[in-house]
């Protein structure tokens, strides 16, 4: 038997240029597989986008026997082998979507040694069946995929994940790595506890995405918002919208569609069949937008998304930044986009209150929301404010929108003393306790039907706010929810006050506010189509030439287009124009399985013929 630790970690940078394309690692990827190869244990946090599969995938293929990786995403294995055959690499999944003799074969090429990498889910690895199976073979690595997973802590807890702490008692010579694109401290601290990696080496990547422009824009008419972002800025891309509720994703597919955008909705209540053919669309199909809950992406490797964005405001920070890290996985320009507003807030304080489980939890729940409101009313970099979530340091990007249109900062205690004194009032003086939209109604001096039927007319606050428009004053209710300065009750969303409301109204405390910049979107948008032009202008006809006869292979193929090659291997591809097949094998993403698969094909493109 092959001893791990004579490997030469030469091997592994010349596996990766053979079978990936890839003349170099990147940022910690290579400490981490010379770490596994050599037999070592690892808990790696790495961006979506950054390389994480290649930290496994790389060891598989180096050390003796097969690399077994645990992944929740039984309806993406197949994709996922996919994209391993189509590089050369022997690859094979066990789940239940297989009929006995499909597994028997599977199983028969493990033990023959004849797999370089095999996927199960937790649910598989748990039975004794398998394990058994793991026994007679020869394991070169566990990987531990979406390791968040684990985390009670986290935003995506799965309990199939605590059974694999067992797999160092069972095999204690293989190596373990777990790995993750998001985990705060604790979070971290959870994983490492949990799968029993306490002697495991750390590694932690930078999240910064760079190529993401964060933009998080007020709730006017979110759905024409959308339509207005995918034909200005993105049309033609493949995007993901993220919405709430089912109902939600129903009407804003059919409103895309209505509007001549190729879209499919996805959420649990579709029957697994459509389901399944809607996931299939999108990875095949270039340009199309799934509007989804958030139980449409993890694992998802479509490298081209151009867009994500959120209809809704996500739960925590931790899930939003997992959702929209699955725009730009490629590294070209891409947007994250989130329109946010009171109603938001509301809502998720009202969920917040009636959940199942006890304090501690809903406390949990309290802190990954305020982090999320944090995110959203802040005048500073976005950027900057994300990785500080992650305990990393972050300065001003330049590529979001607090970066590149400035919002104000105002004081706005006077404002704030104006409507929580309006509650206290309703709720004192009255015993009355109302919405936004009635406190708003009484600032504002409104004599509506509801304002005469209760008399708010005769309050001493009445018409005192006149100074701030409707929008502007439902900004301030968002800004003192966000800020635990007010509180929502009931299903009516009623507002209350809180304990620090009396240090306002006492007098005793500033409130700053922010501001949103009249023309920001423009400024934004204009940013974005500069960075998405960055591709030489002469080189756009070759590389559409290139996509449409990618289009052909992989329809061919009956598989996703960037399995065949990705949009950035095309965009070099047609900025260079290699007339040789050895000018085509330097192009980066080009291995030894796909120049001679498809470098002639490539060369004859580029030549102007068939």
Wanted: with cysteine; net charge neutral; aromatic share 6%.
């Amino acid at each position: 038997m092959a001893s791990a630790e004579t490997i030469p970690v030469s091997d592994a940078l010349q596996t990766l240029r053979r079978v990936f394309g890839y003349d170099s690692f990147r940022g910690d990827q290579e400490a981490i597989v010379e770490h596994v190869i050599g037999g070592g244990d690892a808990v790696v946090l790495m961006p979506t986008g950054g390389g994480k599969s290649l930290c496994y995938q790389i060891p598989s293929l180096v050390r003796p026997g097969t690399g077994v990786v645990v992944s929740p995403l039984i309806a993406l294995m197949q994709d996922q082998v996919d994209a391993l055959l189509a590089v050369g690499v022997r690859a094979g999944f066990l789940n239940s979507s297989q009929d006995f003799e499909q597994r028997r074969e599977v199983e028969a090429a493990f033990l023959a040694g004849e797999l370089d990498l095999l996927y199960l889910a937790p649910e598989r690895l748990s039975m004794e069946s398998t394990r058994n199976l793991l026994d007679r073979g020869k394991v070169a690595l566990f990987a531990i995929d979406e390791a968040h997973c684990v985390s009670q802590w986290g935003h995506d807890f799965r309990p199939d994940y605590l059974g694999l702490s067992e797999l160092h008692e069972r095999w204690p010579d293989v190596p373990r790595i777990a790995l993750t694109a998001t985990a705060t401290k604790a979070t971290h601290a959870e994983i490492v506890s949990r799968l029993n990696l306490g002697e495991a080496r750390q590694f932690v990547a930078s999240f910064d995405r760079p190529n993401i422009q964060y933009r998080i824009v007020p709730k006017a008419e979110p759905k024409k918002q959308l339509l207005d972002l995918i034909r200005t800025e993105h049309p033609g891309d493949a995007g993901i919208v993220y919405c709430l509720s089912r109902n939600s994703v129903e009407k804003t597919a059919e409103f895309l569609v209505a509007n001549g955008i190729s879209a499919v909705p996805y959420h649990a209540g579709l029957d697994s069949r459509t389901r399944a053919r809607n996931q299939a669309r999108f990875l095949r199909e270039d340009g199309l937008v799934v509007v989804a809950t958030i139980a449409f992406g993890m694992g998802i490797d479509k490298p081209d998304v151009r867009f994500v964005a959120h209809l809704d405001l996500p739960k925590s920070v931790e899930g939003y930044y997992q959702e929209t890290g699955r725009a730009g996985r490629d590294g070209l320009p891409s947007t994250a986009w989130l329109a946010y507003g009171l109603q938001d807030v509301v809502q998720q304080r009202r969920m917040i209150q009636t959940s199942e489980g006890d304090d501690a939890h809903r406390r949990r729940l309290s802190q990954h929301l305020d982090a999320m409101l944090a995110l959203c009313e802040t005048v500073e970099c976005r950027r900057a404010q994300l990785l500080n979530y992650f305990g990393q340091p972050g300065q001003p990007c330049g590529n979001c929108d607090t970066c590149l249109t400035p919002p104000e900062s105002w004081d706005g205690t006077i404002a704030a003393q104006k409507l929580l004194s309006a509650v206290y009032r309703l709720q004192h003086e009255r015993g009355q306790k109302f919405g936004a939209g009635q406190i708003i109604d009484i600032l504002l001096g409104k004599q509506t039907p509801k304002v005469t039927q209760h008399r708010h007319d005769q309050l001493t606050v009445f018409g005192v706010g006149q100074e701030l428009s409707e929008s502007e004053w439902r900004g301030v209710v968002r800004q003192l929810l966000a800020q635990g300065l007010l509180a929502v009750e009931g299903d009516y969303g009623t507002l209350l006050l809180t304990e620090a409301s009396g240090e306002v109204l006492g007098r005793k405390r500033e409130v700053r506010m922010r501001r949103e910049p009249k023309r920001a979107g423009r400024a934004v948008a204009a940013t974005a189509k500069r960075k998405a032009a960055e591709m030489p202008e002469e080189a756009r006809p070759v590389f559409e030439k290139l996509r449409a006869w990618r289009f052909e292979e992989a329809k061919n193929q009956g598989v996703p287009a960037y399995i065949v090659f990705s949009d950035a291997t095309l965009r070099q591809i047609a900025t260079e124009q290699p007339s040789t097949l050895d000018e085509l094998a330097g192009v980066s993403g080009v291995g030894e399985n796909k120049l001679a698969r498809y470098g002639e094909q490539v060369l004859a493109t580029l030549a102007g013929g068939e």
